[in-house]
């Protein structure tokens, strides 16, 4: 099983301890199986909504921001920390438009997350695909899975 | 920067009228609607549809769009945390009938879809000179 460390305190959610039974049921539905069929669940409203997976090589971190062009995004991996700063400008804002609905909101994030494993900062690789976002962080030499060959004695 | 901060919406599953035979979930992308005095302009946050995953209807004044998204992640990754998901999207609105449907056109921009709906000559709004009698 895979070994994850969320276990920081969500700082900017009061309703911090449902979020981390949230967790230990995601966690348990891991273990039980189907996972996948589950909805997924915004992690107390911090944006953008994120997805980790990982295979034997990389960590794959995908964010969802749409209408967030790549220059306004800014990502920094420092040690096991990553942080995802960015702005939504794309807002229509003219006087002599009448709305008749506006969802598509505007602003600033930022979201810190531990990543799982170390990686090598200096190889990750960033990507912004019709509004997700998808950074590969290749994993340290030292956290690969490594065979170990048994000697006959 | 902007002092409002973004947050991350739950996200609405369409509800359907008959029973779907697809095991796939689809999702009411939130839009944005907007009128001006030559066209209406629908924007419509649909994240991972590509260009070719967009369909655009407008039958008996009701607007259909419609989004289908690839699947991004590869079939070796394990999940780790998972706040998406990777469904289509659709909505429907009810138009007014002085579209001009010859003239609609959509734009696909980071995830965003923007279509404009021209206003037909008749419909859009005239100034009337009043004159000395």
Do not use: W
């Amino acid at each position: 099983m895979a070994i994850i460390r969320f276990d920081r305190p969500v700082f900017r959610s009061p309703m911090s301890e449902f979020e981390r039974m949230r967790r230990d049921m995601n966690a348990l539905m891991r273990v039980v199986g189907g996972y996948e069929d589950f909805p997924a669940l915004p992690a107390g409203g911090v944006y953008p909504a994120l997805n980790i997976s990982e295979d034997t090589d990389n960590v794959y971190v995908r964010a969802e921001a749409p209408g967030i062009a790549a220059t306004d995004l800014q990502l920094s991996v420092e040690g096991e920390t990553m942080v995802i700063k960015g702005e939504r400008k794309a807002c229509a804002a003219d006087e002599k438009l009448s709305f008749h609905r506006r969802e598509i909101e505007c602003g600033s994030f930022s979201r810190a997350i531990t990543l799982p494993t170390r990686v090598r900062t200096d190889k990750v690789q960033a990507k912004s695909v019709d509004g997700i976002l998808t950074i590969t962080l290749p994993k340290a030499e030292e956290v690969k899975p490594k065979k170990i060959t048994v000697n006959v004695g | 920067m902007t002092d409002k901060e973004l947050q991350v919406k739950q996200r609405q599953e369409v509800r359907q009228t008959g029973e779907s035979t697809k095991p796939e979930r689809q999702y009411v992308p939130a839009v944005d609607i907007f009128e001006s005095s030559d066209a209406v302009t629908v924007r419509a946050e649909m994240p991972g549809v590509p260009k070719g995953g967009v369909r655009i209807g407008l039958e008996e004044g009701t607007l259909t769009i419609e989004g289908a998204r690839a699947d991004a992640a590869g079939s070796a990754e394990t999940f780790l945390l998972r706040e998406f998901e990777t469904g289509h999207y659709l909505r429907r609105f009810t138009m007014a009938e002085t579209i001009d449907q010859d003239k609609i056109e959509a734009t696909m921009t980071n995830g965003i879809l923007t279509v404009v709906l021209p206003k037909r000559e008749q419909a859009k709004p005239r100034q009337i000179e009043v004159k000395a009698g």
